[in-house]
């Protein structure tokens, strides 16, 4: 009988929360929920786009905020895991009561995330989670005409868009016969490698190897050996951070100098944590990159200054842009609900949504097996000394791309 | 205590009050799906913790991969879907069986293996499992995983489904260690060579065991996939997710005691919730990076001075507090 007193006293301690979690609205501040892998293999990633929201919110509330009111973040913690992911979407949703998610940064999380907000009729703007299917209807029973029924928008493009930028620099100047392609295997990565498989053989790029290793793998040496045995004019990898840096160190270990190139498709590539755990061996690796701050685009470099002065370390990657943008588009769409913050309401505004941000020009639109996708261009960065710079398109680039590149030299103590 | 008396009723007083108990929980929690979300994950983690607690528990199998059933009965409900839309509802039929399968084929190889050896040979195969699930896409979809957009958005049908088969899980084993089979699984875990000596067929009490086991499992892995509506290799065969945790959640519970995993699930879903979510928002974030750890100290606490688990060593506990209050007993 003890123990069911102990049970009771457990509930009477759980309602209590669950009282806690109603009351006080209206004149407080806008709760929107964000979701993000803030610990895990992945929390570089999350914190640094956590920073970003934080950063834009502090500016927006400066402002005055939505109509007079405080804008607010929720963070969950999606751990980086799709199970974990849903959970956090079903707290956000079912306790915070958010009428909208914003977030999303692994392919694997968001699409079993964007679920969950699917079934609760509930908005969910993803700024990163990337393969295909997180804008596809298809893939959540609905078809390309659901448009009305579907509440997934999507910020960045998907990840089998994320080396058109490339493409022109391999068919205009670097010209390579064939490539090897390593990728981490989740969806993020097998997709990545699929589209690039895709891309490699329009450019007539023989693809002479692909392998793939699953997340936390440390010894590369036998993949990078495979490679070097196909003896490719390219190395193409999808990897996250600690991933992507170990497998240049490897590669400059085993001395894996004849490739033309080393290409990362974004992800770690771009992100500082990548130099700063590869040291010398990251120095003049090329990544596709959806944004640099030396774009051309009014605040760009605003953000990534203002990021600096209150974070320190290095700056923000285009992760960091995603996440500020998505914040002023959060801010954009609640002001034009004019008070209204039902769900049904921010999904109107989300779909007439056409506005600036320092990522670009936001507007959701339809094409291919898409829906709410925003369209953008993507963009090549190579790390020269230490610092991203950005190499192509060649009439927006900051530093010329270094090419050809003797490994050895570049390598050498 | 009650439970042990060989002539108590099959269903005793405390354990119907539990069961009106559960019945009543969701609805307490109306206004909480939230919470009516987590009641279900400690079903869930009951039907997998007393799976292992009959084989690990009763017959002396610790179990190592509990992810290999787990994962098995998730797919199969999984698989049909993905590949002829067929409802994974089928699977709560399904699920069960095929794990009791694939439960009887490793069990012609890990059951030549004993103690250690047995465990490690259940952990290498529920970790092969893992990477053949992933690798081979044209079957399973790999690393993408399935997605299933979920029947119903209310919990009150997944709580009663998933309360109907953590009491059939829970009532099964505790049918089974009534009857002569649960006298042999004991002689098993005691010294399986003097049971072989005494006339046991211990190959074939070994199966049983392993076949109701398995069931439980592979039913709560096709109940997770209609529940949760998406899995992949690396959530359903998880090692440390699902196969370490159900180890956890027998020890902390009481090992080799018919409602030891039910405890054991309760409190590893709170710790785990309670530390995930920061205290509910109550303690500086970095308190949520903290479950881990906190659950391992429970761990190693509950190892070093209660080796019985919690229920395991109920009666000592009572005793203790007892002691220290100076309540007399009214015996």
């Known amino acids: 009988m003890k123990f069911t007193k102990i049970l009771i006293g457990l509930i009477a301690v759980g309602l209590m929360f669950s009282l806690n979690s109603c009351g006080k609205k209206e004149t407080g501040p806008i709760k929107i929920g964000v979701l993000l892998p803030l610990t895990g293999h992945q929390a570089n990633f999350g914190t640094m786009e956590k920073n970003s929201y934080e950063l834009a919110k502090e500016e927006i509330n400066a402002k005055g905020g939505i109509n007079g009111r405080k804008l607010e973040f929720v963070y969950e913690d999606d751990t980086g895991k799709p199970d974990v992911g849903r959970s956090a979407a079903e707290k956000l949703i079912n306790v915070d009561k958010v009428p909208m998610i914003a977030g999303g940064y692994s392919s694997s999380v968001t699409f079993a995330a964007a679920a969950v907000a699917q079934q609760y009729r509930t908005p969910f703007l993803v700024n990163t989670g990337s393969v295909d299917k997180i804008t596809q209807p298809e893939d959540f029973n609905l078809t390309v005409n659901d448009g009305d029924k579907f509440y997934i928008y999507r910020m960045n493009p998907p990840v089998s868009e994320y080396a058109s930028g490339l493409e022109s620099l391999l068919s205009e100047v670097v010209k390579p016969k064939s490539v090897y392609i390593i990728h981490e295997n989740t969806a993020f990565g097998t997709k990545g490698a699929k589209s690039f498989a895709k891309t490699a053989k329009k450019l007539g790029i023989e693809v002479l190897g692909q392998q793939q290793y699953s997340a936390g793998t440390v010894d590369f040496k036998p993949l990078l050996l495979n490679a070097k045995k196909a003896n490719p004019d390219m190395v193409y990898m999808i990897s996250y951070v600690m991933d992507a840096a170990l497998l240049m160190k490897q590669a400059r270990e085993i001395n894996f100098t004849t490739p033309k190139l080393y290409v990362g498709a974004g992800a770690g590539f771009t992100m500082p944590a990548f130099k700063e755990n590869a040291g010398k061996a990251s120095d003049h690796v090329v990544s596709a990159t959806l944004w640099h701050q030396t774009l051309p685009i009014k605040g760009a470099k605003e953000y990534y200054d203002n990021y600096v002065k209150k974070y320190g370390g290095d700056g923000p990657d285009y992760h960091g842009a995603e996440a500020y943008s998505a914040a002023y588009v959060v801010a954009d769409v609640l002001t034009r609900c004019k008070g209204d913050y039902s769900k049904e309401t921010i999904k109107k505004a989300l779909d007439n949504t056409d506005m600036m941000t320092v990522f670009g020009p936001v507007k959701f639109v339809s094409y291919g097996k898409k829906i709410h996708q925003n369209k953008m261009k993507t963009y090549v960065v190579q790390w020269i000394n230490g610092e991203l710079k950005l190499v192509w398109p060649k009439n927006l680039a900051n530093a010329k791309f270094e090419y050809p590149i003797d490994w050895k030299k570049v390598w050498a103590e | ?331």
Not at chain 2, 92 to 112: D, N
């Open chain 2, 1 to 331: 205590m009650e439970d042990k008396n060989k002539k108590s009723p099959f269903v005793t007083k405390v354990e119907l009050g539990i069961i009106a108990f559960a019945i009543i929980l969701p609805f307490i929690f109306d206004s909480s799906p939230y919470f009516q979300g987590l009641l279900i994950f400690v079903l869930m983690w009951v039907i997998l913790g007393t799976s292992w607690n009959l084989l690990a528990g009763y017959t002396g199998l610790v179990s190592f991969g509990h992810a290999a059933y787990f994962g098995i009965g998730a797919y199969a409900a999984a698989l049909p879907y993905y590949h002829f839309h067929i409802s994974p509802w089928w699977g709560l039929l399904t699920g069960g069986i095929v794990a009791v399968i694939l439960g009887y084929l490793l069990g012609i190889v890990v059951f030549r293996l004993r103690g250690p050896y047995f465990a490690l040979g259940t952990l290498a195969s529920a970790e092969i499992l893992r990477l053949i699930f992933g690798e081979e896409e044209w079957l399973t979809n790999g690393h993408n995983g399935i997605l299933y957009m979920t029947t119903w958005v209310s919990k009150y049908p997944y709580y009663f489904i998933a309360l109907i088969l953590a009491l059939g899980a829970i009532f099964s084993v505790k049918f089974v260690m009534r009857t002569k089979a649960g006298y042999y699984f004991l002689s098993i875990r005691e010294d399986e060579d003097a049971a072989q000596a005494l006339g046991i067929n211990t190959k074939k009490y070994k199966n049983i065991s392993t076949v109701i086991s398995t069931f439980w499992a592979g039913m709560a892995g096709a109940f997770y996939m209609i529940y949760m509506g998406f899995i992949d290799p690396e959530v359903v065969f998880a090692l440390h997710n699902i196969s370490i945790i159900t180890i956890l959640v027998g020890i902390i519970g009481g090992v080799g005691t018919i409602w030891g995993p039910a405890v054991g699930a309760v409190v590893m879903v709170l710790v785990q919730e309670l530390f995930r979510s920061s205290i509910f928002g109550l303690a500086p974030s970095w308190v949520s990076g903290m479950h881990a750890f906190v659950f391992g100290l429970l761990v190693i606490f509950v190892i070093l001075y209660m080796a019985g688990g919690i229920l395991g060593d109920w009666d000592l506990i009572k005793k203790k507090l007892k002691f220290s209050r100076k309540v007399e007993t009214s015996k």
